[in-house]
């Protein structure tokens, strides 16, 4: 409890900046000891001579804030202006030639106003273009020099600030939160070794092998050319024909369509770096290493009818989501884990490490806790942050290092030559979201939008004019690991490419039950979309080497009959070490944290008993839980025992936005409750998505009423309080709630 409320201190300037004074100093928690201990010796630069960051933070001094502050807009007290800093008098008429007369040509505020504003829009992501953002840092549970020499693990306790964003794949900048999608997840280091960003997704594997794959990927999931349809959607044809025809996507394919496509939250859900990369420490030494982000709130998702409705009532579900959280004060966290194994192990693998469709189990290389990532600010402005931020895989220092992973190679060339045009230029770097915190002194110059002013005529090296500044790091800089020559120049793939199943297979024999459900049906919904039926026979012989049952059951959703298995490209015999990984399933991180910054809703109406309510939102919000109030409307409602006051209604806070309902009875039968059509939908919604119900007083015949089977002693998570609501009568519901969801209950199709 000290450290959050230290934490969220920490953020306590957040009011100041939006022009709200008398802002708290924050106090040196434990955690700020560390920081600022990291940013005296390096973390912010104090070489940085021409002030372009701002200088070096002072301790205890948000090191992530500290570096933008010079370049932040505040306009409280302060006149209106052009862009000149020309003072504006009139903002409200253009200049014209008598009242009724012609406007002039001549008015240069109207013109730089309106030319502005017609080239306020930059392209944008040709994918991950929908996302959000936020603040945060690093830190380092323990020095890892002797397995790299990488900034942010050079000593335990050293705080890295990052900026993180959080993005779906397909859809546009404005579509919804809630598709079925992979989740980017992006994290730039701001380290005092220069920029590392480790672009990321939720899913540890990817559809190809091969970089010259991923414009024919993109092409094929994005809306289709001729009509520009669907929009955030793979239930198309043009993804499954491309998919089927490639059998290497099969095993992200299976991940696509568990839960994890559907995430409850950015903040529940797991981050992977996809590739094998490099560590590499200061004699030189390389290990292979994955990279691993584990949610401390536990990995959750949505069902799928839920999330087809949420992103009806709120398309922007998970960026509202993040937003609220950190503002709330509930920051979230992830650890991060290294997988790390030598060449000689990976050579023995049955699978090739270089293959980005492959994951290395936990099972047979353990995950290894490193450090913590906590995100404790939102951006002040999206645009200047979250849209202008550059993730580049190219950004690595001294410490990290590639493998030859020729998904990687053709990423390496991507994430740089796409910010030139989405971002203007070759200058993006100069950006504040993207400049680094360590100092930048190079030869480059000119270019589009250059921010840099270079002192002196030396722009060349080797100089003597310039006494031979900036000069080479030498070994103190980046140096790329001496990997030995491969072979002869070939347009081919490692033998071990071309088994494309076995890993499929793993990973879905390895969910529970609910969660084997959960990909056969949303296999079958995805193809039922399709109009050419010969592509549904495809992926259908796809599946069958992956496992008959799931090929099966999505066969018989689909009315057809099983077709052959697809022939297998890779005819030699390889023995998976592993045959069930517990671990891939998302049951396997409930998380620590309870009911944690969960929604939950309190349906109310006239007559609901107020001492009822109350005790409810004292032992959820104890618990660290939001609590909606729900009725017929917003303000007033007269309850039994007095007033409530209600802060959302049926019709703008749909039951499905929240991760469980309780609805608040009374003594008399609640006809309000159970005549309001919205709230028996609701709760069958509720019950069908697997959430918990609690039911106060008079309020279980409201359940009844939904069709909900109030006397089912087998389901948990339906709670039927007695008249007089106690915190004990609350505690089920709240163990229901940690439990996230009960799938037990669920039939295909839904019962209720
Ligand atoms: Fe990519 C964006 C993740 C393969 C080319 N990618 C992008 C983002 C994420 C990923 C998280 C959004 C970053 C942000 O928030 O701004 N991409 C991945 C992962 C991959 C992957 C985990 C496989 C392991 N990507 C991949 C390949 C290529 C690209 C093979 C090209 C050869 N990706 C891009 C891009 C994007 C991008 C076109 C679009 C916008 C951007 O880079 O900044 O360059």
Redesign the pocket.
Known sequence: VDALAAQRAWNSDKPAEHGRKGATEPPEGEHFAAASAAVGASTTSESNDNDKLGGAAAPGVDTTTAPLSRVRNDATDQRLTTNQGVPVGDNQNSLKSGLRGPTLLKDFILREKITHFDHERIPE?????R?S?AHGYFEAYEALTDLTRAAPFQQAGKVTPVFV???T?AGERGSKDTARD?????VKFYTDEGNWDL???N?P??F?QD?MK??D??HAVKAEPHHGMPQAASAHDTFWDFVSLMPESTHMLTWVMSDRGIPRSYRMMQG????TFRLVNAEGQSVFCKFHWSPKLGTHSLVWDEAVKISGADPDFHRRDLWEAIEAGDFPEWELGLQIFSEEQAEAFSFDVLD?TKIVPEELVPVRPVGRLVLNRNPDNFFAETEQ?????AHVIPGIDFSNDP??A??I???V???IS?LGGPNFHEIPINSPIAPVHNNQRDGMHRQAIHRGRVSYEPNSLGGGCPFQAGGAGFVSFAEPPQGDEVRAKPEKFAEHFAQATLFYESQSPAEQRHIAAAFRFELSKLTVPAIRVRVVSMLRNVSEELAAQVASGLGMPLPEPMPRAFKGKLTPEVTASPTLSLLARPGEEGIRSRKIAAFVHAGSDVAALATLQAALTGAGASVRVVGPHVGTLQGEGGDIDADASFENEPGFLFDAIAVIGGDQPVEALSGDGRVLEHLRDAYRHGKPLLATGMAARVLSMAGIDVEDDQDPAVVIAGDALSEEGVRPFVEAITAHRNFDRETDPSLV
Do not use: E, K
């Open positions: 992501r040709i994918v991950h273009a996302g953002g964003r959080f993005s794949v992979v989740r980017g997840f992006a672009v990321g997704n899913i594997v990817f190809i970089a991923f414009p990927l993109v992977f770096g996809v590739h980005a931020v550059a993730f580049c895989t998904l990687l053709g990423r060339h991507s994430y030559d796409t910010q989405r």
